[in-house]
């Protein structure tokens, strides 16, 4: 097992890397003090409830613990305002109380949409990820939590940092294909930003990425956790340095929007985005190289580097205008200047944007 730090002060907590840490669930909880007289809710989707609840839920409740559990369907969707009324009436009806703790059992959708009801619920209650997707590498780190507006992605949330994050890779074995290279999207994004010698890395192993050998697996989701944690612990609000993680997200929830949550997968339009990024850099100065390695990275991971012709251009700028990001006719985007290097950028003129996804819909 590997373990790795976010040092936040009080609010530290670890992060667990390893095989078959499922089966010791119930000491993780034990350690971290997780009591036992008020029931924990644990929140999973449709695909990995029939894989792990039981288990998890028999294994808690062989500890002593009381646990009610709530199946919300899979999929961006479920990261509603409506799904987040019945968390809390499934947490109501359960007794969960404000020494309770909500777990995050499944990916980045059901982090999300827990962790918001954990920040919610009582005006804050303990949290626990046990993520089950690579994708999911990036997001139960760092205590970002929301839902989404059927306008904007991730714009009704709040931070909320876990108790812990235990990640078994055992449950990643059970992921389509699909999903796997999705979730090298963000693994490639943590070295863009932050460390060149580990593109290169996925580069060499992409393949044994993709077919999710232990060893190569377990190293990357590693890599990509330590570079999410470095940042965090430096600014845990995104008040400065953590927007560095944003990379390619500008366009990429824009994208999301546009498709309305269900064509493209959230790594695929990140992917695509990181394009649109490296396109600006060199708008900005930077050599030709930087496009072809981040497309190079991104492409040996089996994802899209373009965005669908039938992509309405007007419909992707207007989404943008949503955005967290957007600001007085400008947009801030997180640009490139070289590999493993990014600086942010106040004020991308929204023409530019919008030539360069012209851009990407012509390549296509």
């Known amino acids: 097992m590997r373990q790795l730090n976010v040092e936040l ?18 000491s993780f909880f034990e350690n971290h003090g997780i009591g036992k007289k008020s029931p924990l809710m644990i929140v999973t989707d449709e695909k990995v409830a029939p894989l792990y609840l039981d288990d998890i ?20 969707q479920s990261k509603s305002l409506a799904n987040l009324e019945q968390l809390v009436s499934k947490a109501l009806e359960g007794g969960l109380d404000r020494k309770s703790a909500i777990i995050a059992l499944g990916g980045g959708v059901v982090g999300d949409l827990a962790g918001f009801a954990a920040a919610s619920y009582m005006r804050g209650v303990k949290f626990i990820q046990i993520p089950t997707t690579i994708l999911a590498h990036d997001s139960s ?7 989404n507006h059927p306008m904007a992605k991730n714009i009704i949330g709040a931070f909320h940092q876990p108790e812990f994050v235990l990640y078994d890779l055992n449950t990643l074995q059970s992921l389509p294909e699909r999903e796997v290279k999705a979730g090298l999207s963000e693994v490639v994004k943590h070295g863009l930003i ?3 010698s580990f593109v290169q890395w996925c580069i060499e192993h992409a393949n044994d ?8 697996l377990g190293y990357a989701l590693y890599k990509g956790c330590g570079v999410k944690a470095q940042v965090v612990s430096q600014d845990e609000k995104e008040s400065s340095l953590r927007a560095i993680l944003n990379l390619g997200h500008t366009i990429g929830h824009a994208l999301e929007a546009v498709a309305g949550y269900n064509e493209l997968l959230h790594g695929e339009a990140i992917s695509i985005g990181m394009i649109g990024s490296a396109k600006l850099g060199v708008r900005y100065g930077a050599s030709e190289e930087l496009l072809r390695v981040t497309t190079l ?3 040996s991971c089996g994802l899209p580097t373009r965005i669908p012709a039938h992509y309405d251009t007007d419909d992707i700028i207007a989404a943008m205008m949503h955005d967290k990001k957007f600001s007085e006719g400008t947009v801030v985007f997180v640009v490139p200047t070289e590999i493993g290097k990014v600086e942010i950028k106040p004020d991308v003129p929204v023409q530019w944007v919008r030539e360069i996804i012209e851009e990407l819909k012509q390549e296509a």
């Open 297 to 299: 990275a991104l492409e």
């Open 9 to 26: 002060g009080e609010r530290s907590y670890p992060i667990y890397i390893g095989e078959g840490l499922l089966a010791e669930v119930s």
């Open 209 to 216: 990425l993709i077919k999710m050998k232990p060893d190569a």
């Open 194 to 196: 932050w460390d060149e």
């Open 57 to 76: 839920t028999a294994s808690l409740s062989s500890a002593g613990y009381r646990v009610v559990s709530a199946v919300v369907p899979s999929g961006e």
């Open 141 to 147: 780190v760092g205590g970002k939590v929301a839902v």
